[in-house]
């Protein structure tokens, strides 16, 4: 089945001990985007990939960045995570063209403890 | 987009049918009412979407009332497995970005 795979499910850190996470997609779908949710609360997008084209969200910290090699990998780099980027990380995609409505297809997500 | 306002929470019956609400008195003639819903320890699922027609699918029904102002999702037969947080969410047409709410929470019960 075509599908928004996360690895790994689980990811401890160090505090200030870079991470990474990965998202792939099999849908073939366009965007890609990155959520942070914290417990108990609402997916807050951080940023996203139209095509090669990133856009971050205005209040997503600079600690925060991603990279897209190709259609079907994205990355989110945490360059120094700190306590409060303990979160579960969801990777999100769509077909966006430009008209029309889009459906988003998460991922399981990536939970990230920070020690 | 529009905000929108769901009850913090709500119970209902297995097999019994789920009757979510939702505000968006604010919306505009050309944004869309999704509704997706979050297991626990997963990631989002779509639902359903609608513009100003009932719309169905295997998974719900989405009722919008005439002047748009509100919307219900019907989870006809509700199970334990539909237990879950549910998200409505009002976007623009051709706007691929979602802005999550609270959401309600429903239980399911036996």
């Known amino acids: 089945d075509a599908m928004v795979i996360q690895n790994p499910r689980y990811q401890v850190t160090q505090f200030g001990k870079p991470v990474t996470l990965s998202c792939s997609q099999t849908?073939?779908?366009?965007?890609m985007y990155w959520y942070q949710q914290k417990s108990s609360q609402a997916p807050k997008l951080l940023f996203h990939y139209y095509d090669k084209d990133f856009n971050n969200e205005a209040d997503t910290p600079d600690n925060f960045q991603s990279r897209r090699p190709n259609t079907s990998f994205c990355f989110l780099d945490i360059r120094s995570p700190g306590l409060g980027d303990a979160a579960m990380y969801l990777c999100?995609?769509?077909?966006?063209?430009?008209?029309?409505?889009?459906?988003?297809?998460f991922g399981p997500g990536t939970r990230l403890t920070v020690t | 987009d529009a905000k929108t306002t769901q009850p913090t929470s709500m119970d209902c019956a297995e097999g019994r049918a789920a009757n979510l609400p939702c505000n968006h008195s604010?919306?505009?003639?050309?944004?869309?009412v999704y509704w997706y819903r979050q297991i626990h320890s997963q990631g989002p699922q779509y639902i359903i979407h609608g513009l100003k027609n009932n719309e169905t699918n295997e998974m719900a029904s989405l009722i919008i009332t005439e002047d748009r102002k509100s919307s219900t999702l019907i989870l006809p037969h509700a199970t334990l497995r539909d237990t879950a947080v549910y998200y409505c969410i009002v976007t623009r047409a051709n706007d691929y970005k979602l802005s999550f709410g609270a959401g309600t929470t429903v239980t399911v019960r036996a």
């Open positions: 999100a995609t769509s077909r966006a063209s430009g008209q029309g409505t889009y459906e988003q297809y």
């Open positions: 604010t919306i505009s003639g050309n944004e869309y």
């Open positions: 849908l073939n779908h366009n965007v």
